[in-house]
T-cell receptor, first 112, second 113 residues
């Protein structure tokens, strides 16, 4: 059974710092991995999707990497800003016809 | 206009009442999902539907039922609400042509008293 974990549960950094959020999964046979952002009381917004054949994806200040053999993905945020404060969730698809499993999220606070 | 909409956005109900949460999408996706979110537990899948004639139970389907009225509409019902069904509920779609990229609605906050 696929399990997805995210450490740390919460992170607080000063503005301008580069930071890394971690996502671990137990079954390396994945279809894709998706990173989301959730603002308090709001829905999820897709940030990056990494296909199983890819190693990383980039969008602006965000870079997500995938290492299936070790069961890990990282989300790198460069030059953090207060507007980056939110909860970040990763989600894993086992196959294209299977359900997605979400991690519990990392709550990020960027202090001005 | 939002691609995935949910109604109502907030709902307070009493134990034992039947309620329905509705989801509509304009993305043209066949695949739709209902999740619930509880603090510290992440999102858990309740039901999912890969097309109008396909309904599948998720991880926590007990106490819930769904109806896929059309490609664009997917409703979640609580037949007899109980307090531990208090949660934030999300509807989502996914696009199989872009590796199942998921698109979420804004959520319905449900309180069962």
């Amino acid at each position: 059974k696929q399990e997805v974990t995210q450490i740390p549960a919460a992170l607080s950094v000063p503005e301008g710092e580069n930071l890394v959020l971690n996502c671990s999964f137990t079954d390396s046979a994945i279809y894709n991995l998706q990173w989301f952002r959730q603002d308090p009381g709001k829905g999820l917004t897709s940030l990056l999707l990494i296909q199983s054949s890819q190693r990383e994806q980039t969008s602006g200040r965000l870079n997500a990497s995938l290492d299936k053999s070790s069961g890990r993905s990282t989300l790198y945020i460069a030059a953090s800003q207060p507007g980056d404060s939110a909860t970040y969730l990763c989600a894993v698809w086992r196959t294209s016809y299977d359900k997605v499993i979400f991690g519990p999220g990392t709550s990020l606070s960027v202090i001005p | 206009d939002a691609d995935v909409t949910q109604t109502p956005r907030n709902r307070i109900t009493k134990t034992g009442k039947r309620i329905m949460l509705e989801c509509s999408q304009t993305k043209g996706h066949d695949r739709m999902y209902w999740y619930r979110q509880d603090p510290g537990l992440g999102l858990r899948l309740i039901y999912y539907s890969f097309d109008v004639k396909d309904i599948n139970k998720g991880e926590i389907s007990d106490g819930y039922s769904v109806s896929r009225q059309a490609q664009a509409k997917f409703s979640l019902s609580l037949e007899s609400a109980i307090p531990n069904q208090t949660a934030l509920y999300f509807c989502a779609t996914s696009d199989p042509t872009s590796w199942e990229t998921q698109y979420f609605g804004p959520g319905t906050r449900l309180l069962v008293l």
